[in-house]
């Protein structure tokens, strides 16, 4: 939507026929995906576990071209953005969409592509991209999934 200016359906088709979106696409664009995503990483960094239930989630289904056009017209764009921080003692999380400096990062993933972007005190900034979509990337993740099993089965002696 953002790149060709291409109204939502239109942008969801070409993403479905290229294999980066699902036939039902609801748990990307209504940002479930993303909630299971940011509890293991939640998980990860701060030792805790959020249900993916737990976390404010809001999708990208409700944002207009006009909304985009704005942001554009500030240098800004919209993303889906999963966020955790510690504040004080608390973990504050969410996932939404979000208007980022064009000049942000995570300003320039699109397509099939995910990040992670990560703000340390030592180390100040750091980001991890990849494909997060298609056919090779799932692939590789549900390989990834069969072999840990069967690790796991070979360990508890099942097989």
Known sequence: MTE????????????????FAEADPTADVEGYDVANKLTILMALAFDKYVAPSEIPTEGITGITLAQIQEAKERGNTIKLIASAKKEN???VYSVKPMELPGTHPLAGVSNEFNAIFVKGNAVDELMFYGKGAGPLPTGSAVMGDVI?????LIERKAI
């Open 4 to 19: 060709y200016g291409l109204a939502y359906e239109d942008v969801l088709k070409v993403a479905q026929e290229k294999g």
């Open 148 to 152: 840990q099993i069967a690790r796991t």
């Open 89 to 91: 003692d608390k973990i």
